[in-house]
């Protein structure tokens, strides 16, 4: 028969649509309507996973976000999601779920002997028994994950693709039950922007599962004519499926919206999940609450369920969970899930309530349905393995503490509702800042002080009677709305629950062992396997502080966040400690409220769309002719031209040689520039170069250097002066953004009085360096209105003029240490007037060539790279270039260059390196000593920044910072590589080429 | 995230700024005559309070303009904004 547990009538559940799916692989049937809980309860599953430590049979326990248990692997391939609550997944055709745990099976699990062993594996065993000696934690860690059972993360690409939604309303509103339905319907009326979100499927919250009425109808009939009115509000959005996970500062919350989960996989109906970034103007809480277990011997054995879940398989998908029932209570609201079995047909063995005196109005009318109620008593141990065959009670004494009776008595049933009073989901409350505070009457956290703008209402706020939770969330949502701005509007009253009074709860955190240490185990946390046993052990063991405790013991450390025992294990701990719960603390939620797959928060920031793409006005040309490229920064640069068969190393001696002996052209429009302009201008660039700028003609080019305030070397680049007024400057590739704000700031804040505009162009121009002895006759050959003869147009000068046509800005500048000139034209026009180089520089066999070879040729001039040779521990002085710092006048960083670290003689130099071995290439980074063979810790007396083979001179070349180095020229000293390797070099002056510079100014 | 009210710009998202560290923090004027100690001071020591701190945002990716906040460091709550030279709660502002 298939779905013996199936109620032949009633739920919310579509019988005419049947739904085949997979159980580790044993095929069943449910329905439409039905979540993956109910549809194995349905088919009268009870085993779903084996527990994290002791591997004990587990069975479903809730019927929502609060489930330990049922945590099961969904689907496969890339799709595959780990760790999915049954609870909480509707079920779909073709679903394929799967035990995370149990091996080699869930019905023989041979980690079970864990169980046998459990006396050693007490709280804390991680840390005392896998950490010590440490170097065999590597090994124990792999057969403890596999043991543990977390769940399988796809190997596969996620084939799904994410959204994500920015937003703002006037009232968010988390959780559609009745409070929150209420709090739509007077905040939508108004005309406010609402959103209403809530994690399951339908509205309507726990009146789904229950059979409350409103007004003497079903409540249901109430929800769904507001959720009709709702949704004919236009600025009212509704979001099933969508969990509010998220509590931000400044009333940012965020939603995870399963917008196609409920589908089978393949079905292409929009993104798999959508997380909404919701900027709020205030926030109704309605989030509901979760009823405790109670912590009895045994009660992790499947069949032992939330009372308030068990009639939520009763009432919402007509699923009787067990044949004969023993509810077990410290309240008044289980003896509802006792009718609700009554009435659907289950018997009811008995409720066994722990209370003394049991009166109310509810356990009334269950003695009057012929139930058997023992008032002062407690269930001590359940019987059965992997499912519930047993129970047995005995009587309690007057204070609870211990028995009044010697021996317990048995009952017969397979399916325990316990209730150990309810907790109001203070979660999104605490996350915004709120402090949660101790209720005595409810036994139970509600919401403190609010921090933000957010009011909790219902059960959530812990008012437990449906009235209350309509007028209270009506009134909240009226409120939010007037404080946007929106008066209120007529519309139907809020109807009329029957009210029911319900007596006093008696909290009851832990029943009394009834064999002392050898009693049944009694779990707090199913989740993570702690028992109560556990943090009476942590107590003796001299943990004081909840956080502390919850750490040695896991408690509250799985992905349910310890949302059904963290009460009752602080209250153990208070207990244990003989103090109370208020004092023994409170524990601070944190997102996400339940877990939140990777891609919903990634979103669609994967693959190309991660990190943007800058590429050059050029760029489709070098990829054109066969560039290899690298990244830098986001810059896609050309590294180097291979022609066919060329390695790294043999097209960087061409393109070097080129450039060193006819000529080379290189894309450098990646250098940042920025347009600096106004009467301030020379005054501007005086405080921020070292050097000065007054007496810089128009029409000249100056090289400049920047430091930070600290005084170290930050960026550098040529600045041309175009106008009295008007300054063209460069900055290095990586630089660029940061100098930009660097120079705003200071303009801003500092010296508002400056009369100076800056404005990025480093995307507006293209710039073509062309490089080398010919470089002058290709430039000839382009532009007639420029005087290219040396003493027209000398080195570090630049001219206006036509390019190929094209409106240009000509800097006779040199990176190479060669002649060359940087043609600056608009980006639109680069790759016309880099092919028009081409064109022209085809007569001299022009070499395109990428950084590799610009790199090679700077080193070989001893010019420095910022950020490679430097790194922001580096002065001038260290550098060698104390003559550009200006000494009759102020600029930035100069103080800290007379500070008298930055006066040590000692300091670590710029310096050249030839190794001894004339074709070995030191590797960037190599550590420098004097002596190798030196005891340890050796002196380290600095390292390699720089270091390439040289085309022209033949030989390997380094640049190093060394200690004291311009005083050691001469010296050798010894790199110890990696590799055991220990290799000489010589240091020498940093300019290995032509250190007259004569070749520039030809 | 935070939602920081940009004097030219309005309420915007965290994301669109930067932070530039405590405010008022005053360049020394003649930075010749001012002692080693001083100048330390000036470059590397900030305050670190609980509670109330004065400090620098700058709207960088929609006006780039600089500002200053007032914003709690517990609650985070920010209770004011004003412009680079302006006057902040408690008399608090920028070298003139
Ligand atoms: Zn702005």
Redesign the pocket.
């Known amino acids: 028969m298939t779905q013996p547990r199936r109620l032949p009538q009633g739920g919310r559940i579509d019988r005419s649509r049947e739904l085949a799916f997979s159980f580790n692989g044993r095929p069943l049937q449910g329905y439409a309507g039905d979540t993956l809980a109910a549809a194995l309860l349905a088919n009268d599953v009870r085993l779903v996973a084996r527990s994290f430590k002791y591997h004990r049979p587990r069975g479903i326990v809730g019927a929502g976000a609060e489930e330990p248990n049922a945590l099961l692997q969904l689907g496969g391939g890339g799709h595959t999601l780990p760790h999915q609550r049954a609870t909480q997944v509707e079920l779909y055709a073709g679903l394929e779920a799967v035990s995370v745990n149990g091996w080699p099976s869930l019905e023989f699990d041979l980690m079970a002997i864990n169980s046998r062993l459990a006396g050693l594996l007490p709280a804390g065993f991680y840390y005392k028994t896998f950490m010590w000696p440490q170097r065999f934690w590597g090994r124990y860690e792999h057969q403890i994950r596999r043991a543990a059972g977390l769940g399988r993360a796809p190997m596969e690409a996620d084939p799904d693709r994410y959204d994500k939604t920015h937003v703002h309303c006037d009232v968010l509103i988390a959780g559609g039950g009745p409070a929150g339905l209420a709090a739509a319907l007077a905040a939508g009326r108004s005309g406010a922007r609402v959103i209403l979100a809530d994690e399951q499927a339908e509205f309507g919250g726990g009146l789904l599962g229950s059979r409350e009425q409103l007004d003497g109808r079903p409540a249901t009939d109430w929800v769904k004519a507001a959720v009709a009115e709702l949704r004919g509000l236009p600025e009212v959005r509704m979001l099933p499926r969508s969990t509010v996970f998220g509590y931000y500062d400044h009333n940012l919350l965020t939603i995870a919206e399963r917008v196609t989960d409920h589908l089978p996989p393949g079905i292409s109906a929009g993104p798999r999940q959508r997380l909404w970034r919701v900027r709020a103007g205030r926030v109704v809480i309605a989030a509901g609450a979760i009823e405790r277990p109670l912590v009895f011997g045994n009660n992790d054995r499947p069949g032992v369920m939330q009372a308030s879940a068990v009639s939520t398989y009763l009432n919402r998908y007509a699923v009787a969970p067990g044949r004969a029932a023993a509810v077990f209570t410290n309240n008044d609201s289980a003896y509802r899930s006792a009718l609700d079995l009554l009435d659907a047909g289950v018997e009811v063995a008995a409720v066994v309530d722990v209370r003394l005196r049991v009166d109310g109005e509810l356990p009334a009318r269950v003695r009057a349905a012929g139930i058997a109620v023992h008032s002062g008593y407690a269930l001590v141990d359940v019987q059965g393995g992997k499912r519930v065959e047993g129970a047995r009670l005995m009587a309690l004494d007057s204070d609870g503490r211990g028995f009044s009776s010697a021996y317990p008595v048995g009952l017969r049933c397979d399916l325990i509702a316990m209730s150990g009073g309810w907790s109001p989901a203070v979660h999104l409350h605490s996350q915004s800042g709120g402090k949660p505070r101790f209720d005595e009457t409810l036994a139970a956290f509600v919401p403190g002080t609010s921090c933000q703008a957010e009011v909790s209402v219902g059960a959530a706020r812990g008012c437990f009677d449906l009235s209350g939770c309509l007028q209270e969330g009506f009134e909240a949502g009226a409120a939010a709305a007037r404080a946007q701005g929106f008066e209120a509007r007529p519309g139907a009253p809020m109807p009329a629950a029957v009210i029911i009074a319900q007596a006093p709860m008696m909290p009851m955190w832990r029943v009394p062992s009834w064999r002392g240490v050898k009693g049944p185990k009694q779990f707090v946390d199913f989740q993570n396997d702690t028992s109560a046993a556990d943090i009476a052990l942590a107590a003796r063991e001299g943990y004081r502080s909840v956080e502390h405790v919850k750490r040695y013991t896991a408690l509250g450390f799985g992905t349910d966040q310890g949302k059904l025992g963290n009460i009752n294990g602080m209250a153990i701990l208070a207990e244990t400690l003989g103090q109370d719960i208020p004092s023994t603390g409170t524990t601070t939620f944190r997102p996400p409220y339940t877990p939140v797959s990777i891609g919903t928060l990634v979103g669609r920031t994967v693959g190309d769309l991660f990190d943007p793409l800058r590429k050059t006005a050029i760029h489709e040309w070098h990829v054109e002719h066969g560039a290899e490229f690298e990244n830098v920064g986001q810059w896609k640069r050309p590294w180097y031209y291979p022609r066919q068969g060329e390695s790294l190393d043999q097209a960087v001696y061409r393109e070097c040689l080129a450039a060193r002996r006819t000529v080379g052209v290189m894309d450098a429009s990646t250098l940042g520039k920025i347009d600096v302009r106004g009467p301030d201008a020379a005054e501007f660039l005086n405080r921020v170069y070292t050097n000065g700028w007054t007496k810089l003609g128009v029409g000249r080019c100056r090289y400049g250097l920047m430091l930070g305030e600290d005084g170290m070397v930050m960026d550098d680049g040529v600045t041309a002066r175009l106008a009295d007024d008007h300054y063209y400057m460069t900055t290095t590739t990586g630089g660029a953004a940061h100098v930009m704000g660097w120079l705003e700031r200071w303009l801003q804040t500092e010296w508002p009085d400056l009369k100076v505009y800056l404005t990025s162009v480093t995307d507006q121009w293209a710039t073509v360096a062309v490089v080398g002895p010919q470089s002058r006759g290709v430039l000839a050959a382009l532009c007639q209105d420029i005087d290219f003869a040396a003493e027209a147009f000398p080195f570090m000068a630049f001219r206006e003029g036509t390019v190929a046509g094209v409106a240009a800005r000509v800097f006779r500048i040199s990176f190479s240490g060669e002649l060359s000139y940087e043609i600056n034209v608009p980006a639109d026009y680069g790759r016309h007037v880099w092919e028009a180089v081409m064109a022209a520089g085809a007569a001299f066999d022009i070499t395109p060539y990428g950084t590799e070879s610009m790199h090679v040729l700077r080193a070989e001039k001893g010019f420095i790279i910022v950020g490679q040779d430097t790194d922001g521990s580096v002065t001038p002085d260290d550098l060698g270039m104390s003559w550009i710092l200006a000494k009759n006048k102020d600029y930035l960083g100069r103080r800290s260059l007379l500070r008298p670290d930055s006066v040590r003689t000692d300091r670590k130099q710029m310096v050249g390196l030839k190794t001894l071995q004339p074709g070995f290439v030191l590797p960037e980074g190599a550590q420098l000593v004097d002596d190798p063979d030196a005891a340890k810790p050796v002196p380290m007396l600095g390292h390699v920044t720089s270091s390439y083979h040289s085309p022209c001179l033949g030989r390997s070349i380094a640049l190093a910072l060394i200690r004291n180095g311009r005083q050691r020229h001469g010296d050798v000293v010894y790199a110890p590589l990696s590799d055991g390797r220990i290799v000489r070099a010589e240091i020498c002056d940093p300019v290995f080429y032509d250190p007259e510079g004569a070749r520039q100014n030809v | 995230m935070l939602q920081i009210d940009?004097p030219?710009?309005g309420p915007r998202d965290e994301t669109e700024f930067s932070y530039g560290g405590e405010a008022h923090i005053v360049r020394p004027s003649d930075p010749d005559a001012t002692s080693d100690e001083a100048w330390a001071d000036y470059l590397f020591m900030r305050t670190n309070p609980r509670g109330r701190h004065a400090e620098q945002w700058c709207?960088a990716h929609?006006?780039r303009?600089w500002f200053n906040v007032v914003r709690d460091t517990v609650s985070y709550r920010i209770e004011a904004v004003y412009r680079i030279g302006g006057q902040g709660p408690g008399g608090s502002h920028d070298p003139a």
């Open positions: 940009c030219w710009c709207h929609g006006c303009r």
